[in-house]
């Protein structure tokens, strides 16, 4: 097993489409480091379900009846505890979904196209797991550009960026920026294993989930602006 010694990762599917639940639980259970351990049809069975019992990571639908993907994810975070929080990761048909950066607003760690490859969603889940976001660097920059607003210079609150220090300050400015972290070492002439270092400072340092929502405060506090390179 690659992601747990003891154990396979623990996945759980909220979907109001069967097919869907059922094409995702088999290409998870062929794995031997996951297995899926909980169904849901709808976001408020999920809230009930996953308030009782622990997994690690929840690829959750948009649109499902009675409760949403983003409301579901949202009540999830705020009612579960730090250390029993699963990953989320969210699911939708587009590819540039107005409905996605909401639900990364409310704590997600990304999405991921429901017409998917297996091995992107493989990858997807082992990813999240490790605290990264599921969405790649490009994508998060062309997501962003679309669909965050940018408050003019007066309104925007950049007191969150105090605590960072300079060189933090140009690790997420290239983060927002769309770079990898291979790409930021190179364009800082770092170790790549440093840059990791600093965007784990980054995201302690802004409270952030993970690099999606490290980036969104780039944009917001005006450090990154859309169509930037």
């Keep these: 097993m690659t992601e747990t010694a003891d154990r396979p990762l623990r996945v759980a599917l909220v979907d109001d489409q069967p097919l869907v639940r059922t094409g995702f639980a088999m290409v998870i259970d062929s794995q031997d480091d996951m297995e899926v351990v909980l169904q849901a049809t709808d976001g408020a069975e999920a809230v009930r379900e996953l308030s009782a019992r622990s997994v690690d ?5 948009v649109r499902m009846p009675r409760m949403d993907g983003i409301e579901a994810t949202s009540t999830l975070l705020e009612r579960l505890p730090v250390e029993r929080a699963p990953k989320i990761i969210v699911l939708t048909t587009f590819d540039l979904d107005e409905y ?3 639900a990364i607003r ?3 760690s ?7 490859q297996p091995e992107d969603l493989l990858g997807a889940i082992r990813t999240v797991h490790r605290g990264d976001a599921v969405i790649a660097p490009s994508a998060t920059r062309r997501l962003l550009e679309r669909v965050v607003s940018t408050p003019e210079p007066a309104e925007q609150d950049t007191s969150v960026l105090a605590e960072l220090t300079e060189r933090e300050r140009e690790v997420l400015t290239l983060m927002g920026r769309g770079r990898s972290n291979r790409e930021i070492g190179a364009q800082l002439f770092v170790a790549e294993a440093t840059v990791k270092t600093h965007v784990g400072r980054v995201l302690a340092k802004l409270g952030a989930r993970d690099r999606v929502q490290a ?3 780039a944009f917001e506090t005006g450090l ?3 169509g930037e390179q």
């Design 110 to 116: 990304g999405f991921l196209l429901k017409d998917a």
């Design 100 to 102: 996605v950066v909401a």
């Design 224 to 226: 990154v602006t859309p």
């Design 106 to 108: 409310a704590g997600a």
């Design 215 to 217: 980036v969104i405060i």
């Design 57 to 61: 990571v929840v690829l959750m639908d």
